[in-house]
Structure formats: C-alpha cells, structure tokens
C-alpha cells in the first residue's frame, strides 16, 4: 500500500477516489457481504465528527434521539403506495429467525417512516402532543445493484430526523429549518458549499409531497446529493392513523417531515477537496489536527527534539487540538510526510536541531502554495506564541478549502439556452453544473436524462441560483419560470 | 398514565420495574416486532450519557472505533465449533433481498467476532500491526423465546471490543483492564457496586477460553451480569487464519479478546436505584439534573418567580447542568413533582413569592431523608451561591445511591455452609448473594441449579469476595479453593 501510487484524478477520476479511500484507510468493499463496507478507524473518526456537530445542532432545535426496531413488518411497508413502490425492490428480507420459518417477513428497514408512523399514532392524541421532534441514528439497508464506497452501499450509517405537526405550515418551517442545519453545517463544517432547491416530482423521496435538497459540486463537475428534507403532508399520517385533537377538540391527522444526511456525506468530502496526493481534510472535520515530524541524527538530538515536539504538543492540545507525534523508528521523514499527507492531516510540524536553535518550527499546510522553485511552501514560526499561530493557520485553511471549493463550482457552472449547447457540456462523459430552462414536465425531464445522462437536481430556493426570470425550455422551447440546475449525479 | 400508579415492589416485582419503565418512558415493547423495543428520548438520553462516558475512557486506552457490516454469511458462523453451537439456535437469518432469493444467506450479527476475524487477517501481518485495538458501537440481534425490556431484547444497543495481540500475556492483560474499565464505569458513574470476576466454562461466551464479568446487585436479591470481557485464546485466530509474523520472522496466530457491555446496564441501573415512586437516577446518569418548579397564583407573581428560576438555571447551566424549568400552565405543582419524580430527576426547585422575598429556594432530593413527621426532608437553600450548593447536592447524591446500594448488597449477602440453609436462601422465589464452596464440576453447577434455580454468577477475583479458604462443596462435600458466588440471575 505505502508503495503504490494515488491514480490522479486527469487519469481516472473513479480509481482516485478508490485510490484516496485506500491509502488514507478510511474503509474498504467488505467483500463478503455483497454492496456492504467496512469503515475503518480514521473513516470513522471523520463520521463521528460529523455526528457530534449535527447532533449538537438537531438539540439546539428541539429533536430527541431515540431508537426504532431494526426490522419492519412487511405488511407496514406496503401501507403508503408510493412508498412501496419506491422501497420494496430493495429491501432485505428476514424470512427466518430462532430456527423457526417466521408467519409474516420482516424487512431489514430502507427508512423508518412506517415504523415511527406506528408509533406515533400510540403516542400522539392531542395538540399538546406536538410537535413531536425526533432523530435516530441508525444503520440501514438498501440492496442496490451497483454500490460505491461511501456513496453508494448497501447498508449505510445515517440519521433520520421524523417530526409530527400540528398544521401544515409548521411541518414546511421545519422542513426548511433542517435543510438549513444541513446547508450550514456543509458551509461550516466540511467547508463544502451547497446549493438548497426543491426535488421535481420525479426525484421525489417515496411518499412526500415534496423533498428539498441540498446539493454539492464534486471535482469532476458532477452533483451529489447531501442531505434531504421531506414534507411528507398527511400521506403517512393517513396510512398510519396518527390522528390528534385540537384546542377545539377537533381531530385530524398530523403533518410530518423526515429528514436525513448519511455516510455519503464523507464520499462528498473527499471528492470535495482531496487531490492527487490524497486526501484533504478541513480542520473541523480533521481527526488529526496536527502531525509533528521530529529530525534528527543521533540519540542526544532525538532527546532534544522529542522534548521539543512534545512541548509544542502539549500547547496545541491545551488549545484543543489532536496532534501526533509520529516518533517511529526506521522510517525517513519523507516517508511520515508522505503517509500524513495521504491521511488528510491539515498541518505538519517538521522540527529539528537547526530549529531548535533558532526557536522557530518549519510548517506545511496540506495544500499549499507553491514557491519560488513550484515546490510547496513551508512556512518557519516562531515557538513562542505557537497555539495561537497554528489556530490561525487552521481557520484560515478552513476558510481557504471553502473558497477554492466554492471557485471551483463557479468556474464550472454555466447558463445555457440552447439545446445544442447543453448536449455539449454533458457529451463524452464529462458534467458541469448547468442553470437551463425547463418546461416543468417530468416527460421532458427524462427525454433531457435519455440524451445527455444529466438529471434536474433541483429547482433552486430563492438566491440558490440565477434571479427567476421567465423562459423557454431547453428541449421543448415551452414556457418556463426559472432555470433549473442539470448535472450528472452521483 | 399519569393516573395510573406504580405497583410496589413488595406486591409484584416484575411489575414493578415495567411500571417505573413506563412511568419515565424511557421504553416500551415494539409488540409488532418480536421481542424488540422502542427506546423512547428519556430512555435514549441515559443510554447517550453512558455511550459518551464509556467511549471516552476506551479512547483513553487507545481503542479506535470502526464499523463492521450488520450482515454476517452463515458459513462464518460455523468457522468456530463452539460459537456455532451458542448462536445458532437465536439467529435472525436474511434469506432475500433486492427481489431475489441469496445464494447464501447471512444473518444478523449476534456478535461480530466472526466478521471481524474476517478482516483482522486481511488487516494484520506483522508484530508491528498488534496490538490492534478496535471498538464498534452498534445493534446486533438475538431471537430469544423470553423478552424483558432492556435485559434481553431480541435487537439490543451494545459496544463490541475486539483486539488482536502478540502474546497470550498482553492477550490477557487487555482482558483484565477492560473488564477494569467496567467495573470503574460502574461505581464511578452509574453509582453500582459490581463483583468482578471469571465466569464457569458453562457460562463462559461461545468461543471463548475465559470469559470476566461484572456482576450487580438487584434491589429483589438477584444477580445481573452488566459487562463481560473474553480472552478468546487463537481459536477466532485460528478460524479466520489470522497470522502474523514476529520480530525474529516466525508465525503465529494473534491472540484476541472481545468485551461488551449494551443497553441492559439501562435495566441494571433502574433496578439498583429506583424505589416505588419511580425511576432513580444517579446525577451522572441523569439527562436532567434539575427540575424548577415556580410557584405563583397571580400574574405579577409569576413574572417575578419566573424571572428569579431563569437567573438561577442560567447559573446552574453555567456550571454544566441540565435544567428544566417546569413552567406548564394549567399544571399544579405537586403534579409537576410528581412527574418529575418519576422521571428520576435528582434534585428539584421549588421557588414562590415567600422564597424571592427571603433570597431562598426550597430544594428536594429524589431520595430524602424523612423529617420529624416522617414526610421528606426539603431544604431551604439560599439563592446566593446556589451554584455551589447544588454541585455539592448532587455530588454527595452521587456517592449517597452508591453507598445505599452497596448496604443494601451487603445486608442481602451471606455465607452458606450447608445445604439445607442453601435452599433455604432460594425458596419461594427468593434470591441473595451467597458465597459458597463449589467442587469446580459443571455436574455439581447444574444440579444445584436444577434443585434451586441459583447459578455460580463468578469466581470472584482477589478481594472481591471472602478471603480464599478451602472448604468442603455445599451440594456434594468434595473438595473446593474458594467459596464461588451463587445467585438466581436476570
């Protein structure tokens, strides 16, 4: 592993994502068990990061962790039409358990709408019941043909967010308070800018009225999916007859959303800022902040060194920091260089006798300008004072990930008007992220996926895209309000 | 609900404890799934606090969370002769997905030393791989014929260490800290006196060579085993051919060991504390540490009794508290205590217009000494500095639940020389711990057993129980090292 290389994106954009996955292990194809993974301690460490934040802020709006069963009965599955039809091809199914043929299958859940709808109708019989705010954070499956690590996989970490209203307008307030968490916490976390739309009717979740999204530009122009947020009207409501009493004692069925983020979250990361020596982390999402680098010759400058190193440690860990000191024997500076790079370490501290002389450490951002001679700049900073510096150094490289990403998505984003134009930008495999017109059908919409593999996703929120302006579609020339955002999709 | 009362103790033990379940809602059977629970927000927020604390003192001993696939094939579970006989029989078995039927079915993980073996011979090669500390966090299924919230579901929360090693020595050593960390856990944050120690070969894990444990005591006499740590020797090794080569070039299976503890320490610690006006919870437990009920009758007054509760949870919060201002209208507040109590919250505030004017509150500790008319003591506390006061009442509340369970564990245990004061101990239903001297035979184990329904819970360590003296066997006269704890067992 440490001798192969990182396969560059120019070459093979599939295999680099691979490539990075493999040699920052964050996780592999588990193999034995078809479309599943196994995620790895550092992939993981970035997981739980992701967790921590969103969970924080899903307290700070009101929800409730809980747990729901694993495994579904099948006949809940099929209450809500739609959501049958869109789940059932997918499902895992338990047929036997205790050594016993079970009388009814349960399913292992895709999503849990149908199993939380129960129990909301057990919990839920008056107005002061609601809202009813709860996330879980669960393992699910879905048995999908073709998988991708992180992107794609047959059993996925994720959280689930259900809540239950009282009217329709405060359902559609939370829908769109949780795709701001999501949106903000993209911008703010993992430094990825997203833009928030609505589905059409055609990517629809399975049993919403309406599913809002917030998508993000990967570096090969293609768009990913990062986090969803569902009105679900009254539909699972009426299939589970989760019905209240209002102040006036009259009953109706509540309103509810779900909504969710998962492990793709970490595939949009990579593919967000990584490049062709690995991965790229921002530090909010970094498990390792710093990695420390001692040189030396001989055994009186080792002690020296090591004393330093884990003076500087010890300052940047008061600060909160995780830092490494990589103290291993046998193995060249290059060679620890090279591994932190590819773990997506945001800051490398060399240190050495020179330096101690002079009361100063040499520091390498994870990306860097490059100097004079095109090699990547190393910065010297003064011991004293070094917390202060490195925090720094890592909010600003926090903030510069966000704007290069963002840069990135501008320089390829494009308004096209005309049908010729658009074949263009989607021909020969290549995606950019394409403002167009669109006649508001969904016959259109897959005649446009038919011919150029590029899917509507979304129609942008006010201020997502360009200012609305009136028309006419990119295929049919029929009327249209607004464009819309094609890509090619993850 | 908030009608119906909490059975007592003495009337129906069983009762009881679903009772103080439901009361708090911390849970209830999932009923359209066998044997499976829905852990509700209450229930959920003490298993969070005991994730985070637990999680934290295994990063503190260098263990690296990661995520193994739900999904197990069935040929793994038969690599290991024992672990095949112990498992089988509860397996919950996929035998379809994505609309077709499997080659091979998989099941879902009971536990994950199979999978995981799987992949430590793919990770490990060389010493310098080991020792290699793993931990997951996640659900796994057991299809059990009896269900009892918490204690055994058919779909439990758990965390699973595996580690792999050079050495039997360090094998071992691991076991024996984990099983450490356990017992530490316990005391220090769940306030539960436990007895470590090593469990017969016919209570040992599948698979295992020895198998540690913590053992607790319950409030009717009866054992509850509440973690439990494996030295599984190279069989898992050798099943899964996970070798690796030492420093002088020679190969040899790794030695691993496997430890868990899961949401039926939520059950042990309800029945450890918890008296017959509902849920006890230590304030380390606690998802809220303080309850502040404002006491008014006119408006004037509750502006200013709730402007004085707002000053003082905002001091308490500062001090990392949790509190709850409980300011429901149309509510009497001995409704509010009530509720409160029985969702096991450790301190309450009262504060009324007599309190602004004297710069007091009163306070009320879930568990309070009686005053002279035999009603619970309240205490009058100053608002200046309250801060303090309150982190001193709930740490001395802390050590006040730990030292009442010990007494009572103490009181409810005693040393039993001869048969007839044995059986005596377990009739009619009831249950203490008893030291008692055993022949070390599984023969003698199960007849006693059969005869009185207590089982050796564990050979206790070194200074967990009486001082090691030789003795004659209470069943069968032969023979015995040490007197061996015996119990009946949830």
Redesign the interface.
């Known amino acids: 592993m440490a001798e192969a290389k990182i396969t560059p994106r120019s070459e093979d954009y599939a295999q680099w994502y691979q490539d990075v996955i493999a040699h920052a292990e964050l996780a592999e194809q588990?193999g034995?068990?078809?479309g599943?993974?196994?995620?790895?301690?550092h992939g993981?460490?970035i997981?739980?990061k992701m967790q921590q934040d969103l969970d924080r802020r899903f307290k700070a709006t009101g929800h409730?962790?809980?747990?729901?069963?694993?495994?579904?009965?099948m006949s809940?599955i099929a209450k809500e039409a739609e959501h049958v039809d869109g789940f059932?091809?997918?499902?895992?199914?338990?047929?036997?358990?205790?050594?016993k043929e079970l009388e009814e299958p349960?399913c292992?859940r895709p999503t849990s709408e149908t199993?939380i709808g129960?129990?909301f109708s057990k919990w839920i019989s008056s107005h002061r019941d609601l809202p009813m705010l709860?996330n879980q954070w669960?393992?699910v499956?879905r048995?999908?043909?073709r998988t991708r690590i992180f992107l794609r996989t047959g059993?996925f970490?994720w959280q689930e967010g259900h809540t239950a209203h009282a009217t329709h307008a405060d359902a559609r307030e939370e829908v769109y308070r949780m795709l701001d968490v999501y949106a903000d916490f993209a911008r703010e976390v993992m430094a990825m800018p997203t833009i928030r739309g609505v589905k059409t009717a055609n990517e629809r979740f399975a049993g919403a009225v309406e599913t809002t999204c917030i998508e993000a530009f990967m570096q090969d122009g293609k768009a990913l999916q990062a986090g969803t947020s569902h009105d679900l009207g009254q539909n699972f409501g009426k299939a589970f007859d989760v019905q209240f009493q209002d102040a006036e004692g009259k009953r109706d069925y509540v309103w509810q959303t779900s909504w969710g983020v998962s492990t793709r979250l970490v595939g949009a990361l990579i593919m967000t800022h990584s490049d062709d020596d690995g991965l790229v982390l921002p530090p909010k999402m970094a498990p390792i902040h710093v990695a420390i680098v001692p040189i030396y010759r001989k055994d009186d400058e080792r002690a020296a060194v090591l004393a330093a190193a884990n003076k500087i440690a010890a300052e940047l860990r008061d600060d909160g920091l995780v830092v490494e000191i990589d103290d291993r024997e046998g193995m060249k500076p290059g060679a620890k260089y090279y591994e932190w790079e590819r773990k997506g370490v945001p800051l490398r501290i060399e240190i050495g006798p020179r330096d101690l002389e002079a009361g100063t450490v040499m520091t390498k951002l994870r990306i860097a300008e490059t100097d004079a001679n095109g090699k990547p700049k190393k910065d010297v900073v003064p011991m004293e004072g070094i917390g202060v510096t490195v925090g720094r150094m890592l909010d600003d490289f926090q903030q510069a990930l966000y704007d290069r990403a963002l840069a990135l998505r501008e320089a390829n984003t494009v308004s096209v008007d005309t049908w010729a134009e658009f074949e263009a930008v989607f021909a020969d495999g290549a995606s950019k992220f394409v403002w167009a017109h669109w006649d508001g059908t969904t016959e259109t919409e897959l005649a446009i996926k038919d011919a150029t593999k590029a899917t509507i996703r979304c129609i942008p929120l006010d201020g997502e895209g360009p200012a609305p302006q009136a028309g006419a579609c990119i295929r049919t020339g029929k009327p249209s309000a607004q464009r819309v955002l094609f890509a090619k999709n993850y």
Chains 1, 2 share one sequence.
Request: aromatic share 14%; net charge negative; hydrophobic share 55%.
């Open positions: 588990a034995v068990v078809k599943c993974m196994v995620i790895r301690p993981y460490a997981w739980e409730k962790n809980a747990c729901f069963p694993l495994l579904i009965p809940f059932a091809p997918e499902l895992a199914i338990v047929t036997h358990a205790g050594g349960y292992i199993i129960h129990f709860i669960a393992n499956m048995w999908e043909l059993e970490l």
